[in-house]
C-alpha cells in the first residue's frame, strides 16, 4: 500500500504565494517520478510539474516561471512552490507519484485564488 497524502492549500489573493507538500508512505522501493497535476471546476485534470528520480523537470506553459517543483528523498516528499498565483490557478492539486511502474494518487488539495 501507498499513500499520498498533499498539505498547503488554502485560499491567497492574487499576486500571493503558496507552497504544496506531498509525503508518500507505505510500501515504496522506487520511485521514479513525482509530480502535480490540477483539475478546475468543469475542465480535465492536468499537468502542472513533474520531477524525475534523476533531477528532470517539466512545467505547463501557463506555470513556468512562477511555479517550482522540488523534492526531499530522503522524506519522501515532493514540494510546489506557487508564486504569483492568478485566479485561474485555482482548482483541486493532486500528488502523484510512479511507483514501479504503477501511478498513485493523493486526494488532492484545494487551492482558490481570489481577485
Known amino acids: 500500500q501507498v499513500q499520498l497524502v498533499e498539505s498547503g492549500g488554502g485560499l491567497v489573493q492574487a499576486g500571493g504565494s503558496l507552497r504544496l507538500s506531498c509525503a508518500a508512505s507505505?510500501?515504496?522501493?522506487?520511485?521514479?517520478?513525482m509530480g502535480w497535476y490540477r483539475q478546475a471546476p468543469g475542465k480535465q485534470r492536468e499537468l502542472v510539474a513533474t520531477l524525475s528520480s534523476g533531477g528532470s523537470t517539466n512545467y505547463a506553459d501557463s506555470v513556468k516561471g512562477r511555479f517550482t517543483i522540488s523534492r526531499d528523498n530522503a522524506k519522501i516528499t515532493v514540494y510546489l512552490q506557487m508564486n504569483s498565483l492568478q485566479p485561474e490557478d485555482t482548482a483541486v492539486y493532486y500528488c502523484n507519484a510512479e511507483i514501479t511502474g504503477l501511478d498513485y494518487w493523493g486526494k488532492g488539495t484545494l487551492v482558490t485564488v481570489s481577485l
Open positions: 507505505g510500501s515504496i522501493f522506487s520511485i521514479n517520478t
